[in-house]
């Protein structure tokens, strides 16, 4: 069975504080991605990778960044948190083969809480 | 550019009833469109997708089909369960393989 996961389900942060966001597949897909969801907002994408070592914006990367070292996993950091950064976070993996075809697996999400 | 307009939440209908789900999207090209559900504290799991004009997805009784003439991709079950209480999310994919979504329809159903 495919699998997305998510390093925590649940995280309370201070503002100023360093957070990072761990999400690994082991599905060997190409791509992965990073999405926030807010009520009333649906997914929007933060950031997302085709390939290790590679990395796009998405369409709200501010006071965020990424790292991909290794093709399973996929790292969101908030280099400064703050309070508008409270949100689910969702971390997503596909294939690159059939461009645009094929589905994102989801991970649980983490429901992050910046105080 | 790309983008997805879902009928605005939330849905409240008795067990038994019919649904639908309103989507219409803005595209260029040819996009692939999906249907995901997020249960209660969950992730997004796929429903169903089509890839092409004309073609119809399908799982656990609901149905959509992909409408270029009319840039839709509305969500149909005959006979909803309480168990479908969820939120839906109407999404398309360009070339770029990225995903946009719709701002999600919550679907609450009553025994």
């Known amino acids: 069975d495919v699998k997305v996961t998510q390093s925590s389900r649940y995280l309370v942060k201070r503002t100023g504080e360093k957070v990072f966001l761990e999400c690994v597949q082991d599905?060997?897909?190409?791509?992965m991605f990073w999405y926030r969801q807010d009520p009333g907002l649906g997914l929007r994408l933060i950031y997302f990778?085709?390939?290790?070592?590679?990395?796009e914006k998405g369409d709200i990367p501010e006071g965020y960044s990424v790292s991909r070292e290794k093709k399973e996993r996929f790292s969101l950091i908030l280099e400064s948190a703050s309070t508008n950064q409270t949100s689910m976070y969702l971390c997503?993996?596909?294939?690159?083969?059939?461009?645009?075809?094929?589905?994102?697996?989801f991970g649980p999400g983490t429901r992050l809480t910046v105080t | 550019g790309d983008s997805v307009t879902q009928m605005e939440g939330p849905v409240t209908l008795s067990e038994e009833a019919f649904l639908t789900i309103n989507c219409t999207y803005t595209?260029?090209?040819?996009?692939?469109l999906f249907w995901y559900v997020q249960y209660p504290g969950e992730g997004l799991q796929l429903l169903l997708k089509?890839?092409?004009?004309?073609d119809k997805g399908s799982n656990k009784g609901f149905e959509a089909t992909y409408r270029k003439e009319t840039t839709s991709f509305h969500l149909e079950k005959g006979s909803v369960q309480v168990s479908d209480s969820a939120v839906y999310f109407c999404?398309?994919?360009?070339?770029?393989?990225?995903?946009?979504f719709g701002q999600g329809t919550r679907l609450t159903i009553n025994p």
């Open positions: 997503a993996s596909s294939s690159a083969r059939g461009r645009g075809k094929n589905e994102q697996y």
């Open positions: 990778s085709y390939d290790v070592k590679m990395k």
């Open positions: 089509a890839t092409k004009a004309d």
């Open positions: 595209a260029t090209g040819y996009p692939s």
């Open positions: 599905m060997d897909h190409e791509n």
């Open positions: 999404a398309l994919s360009s070339r770029a393989q990225k995903l946009v």
